[in-house]
Nanobody, 115 residues
Framework: QVQLVESGGGLVQAGGSLRLSCAAS????????MGWYRQAPGKQRELVAG???????NYADSVKGRFTISRDNAKNTMYLQMNSLKPEDTAVYYC?????????WGQGTQVTVSS
């Protein structure tokens, strides 16, 4: 059974930076598709960024040029570097692991950007 634990959220002023981490248990991490999602109050959960096992990345238009997703397969950890944060980036951020029919979510970490 895979478990995901996010960390790194917090309160930051607009224009600031945060780095989120997602630590995974088990050996499947290195072959799985990983992603960061977020959910703001009253809104649906949305994909922020994804990364394949080989390191190919994709981003939501709203975060392109500001966020960078990466992974360290040796550490079973995925990261999201968030720069130039905006108030509209405020949300609970979740990491996701997908492999075949297996989909696992972390518990989420709150990111709050003040104006």
């Amino acid at each position: 059974q895979v478990q995901l634990v996010e960390s790194g959220g917090g309160l930051v002023q607009a224009g600031g930076s945060l780095r989120l981490s997602c630590a995974a248990s088990g050996s499947i991490f290195r072959i799985a598709l990983m992603g960061w999602y977020r959910q703001a109050p009253g809104k649906q959960r949305e994909l922020v960024a994804g990364i394949t096992s080989g390191g190919i990345t994709n981003y939501a238009d709203s975060v392109k040029g500001r966020f960078t997703i990466s992974r360290d397969n040796a550490k079973n950890t995925m990261y999201l570097q968030m720069n130039s944060l905006k108030p509209e980036d405020t949300a609970v951020y979740y990491c996701n692991l997908a492999y075949g029919s297996l989909h696992t979510w972390g518990q989420g970490t709150q990111v709050t950007v003040s104006s």
